[in-house]
């Protein structure tokens, strides 16, 4: 006999405890095949029940991201809105021309993220610092090379390096020239001749812009 088994047939105990009942047979009264698992069976009742929580939750997801998104399209809306601009408060580009600190069309070189101060909770805490360089400018003298800001709160002007753009721009409080997204700022194929036709039909010259040589 082995050592450990405590039968004469070779086979531990521990092995007999751990083996599955084996199940009666009709002919020999014993088998050692184990018996199959039962599969899990859901009554229609319970089956429609799940079915009905996963379609709910399903339409809940997708009516929050609805919402979501169509509160943020509705906040970017403007008023005015073509196929070329955003939107303005001003019925004309003149009109925006008049009511602007600064006019000038030029190339996008360098932009960069800085820290603010939202203006409400959840508002973003950045704004966007882009660099231009000046190709023609109205209303007031420019250097070649200046910054503005743009302080959009999710609504995207969309600005690229190297990219031409029609810029209106303001000052603000800290002296900084700044343009908005419900306004004539847009970039080049967005029909700026447009808005420089209407310049010139009113009598608009172009101003000077000052470049470094000038400054010395």
């Known amino acids: 006999m082995d050592e450990g088994t405590g039968n004469g047939h070779g086979i531990a105990v521990a092995e007999l405890r751990d083996a599955p009942e084996p199940a009666h047979s009709a002919h020999s009264g014993v088998s050692l095949m184990p018996s199959r698992a039962r599969p ?5 009742d319970t089956l429609a029940r799940v079915t009905m929580r996963i379609t709910f939750l399903t339409t809940f997801f997708i ?3 609805v919402s979501t998104a169509s509160n943020a399209f509705a906040q970017c809306d403007c008023m005015g809105a073509s196929k070329d601009v955003r939107g303005s408060r001003y019925s004309t580009a003149y009109e925006e021309f008049k009511n602007a600190d600064a006019v000038f069309y030029g190339q996008v070189v360098e932009m960069k993220m800085i820290d603010r101060k939202p203006v409400r909770e959840g508002a973003d805490n950045y704004e966007l610092e882009i660099k231009f360089r000046v190709e023609k400018a109205w209303r007031r003298d420019l250097d070649q090379y200046l910054t ?10 969309g600005f690229n390096i190297a990219g031409r753009w029609l810029v209106y721009a303001h000052f603000d409080d800290d002296k900084n020239l700044r343009t908005g997204y419900c306004t004539r700022t847009r970039i080049v194929y967005k029909n700026v001749d447009k808005d420089f036709k209407e310049f010139a039909g009113h009598g608009e010259k172009q101003t000077r812009i000052i470049k470094k040589l000038d400054n010395q």
Request: hydrophobic content about 55%; some cysteine.
């Open 63 to 65: 009516f929050i991201l």
């Open 148 to 157: 503005i800001r743009e302080y959009s709160d999710h609504c995207i002007i």
């Open 40 to 44: 899990l069976m859901l009554d229609v």
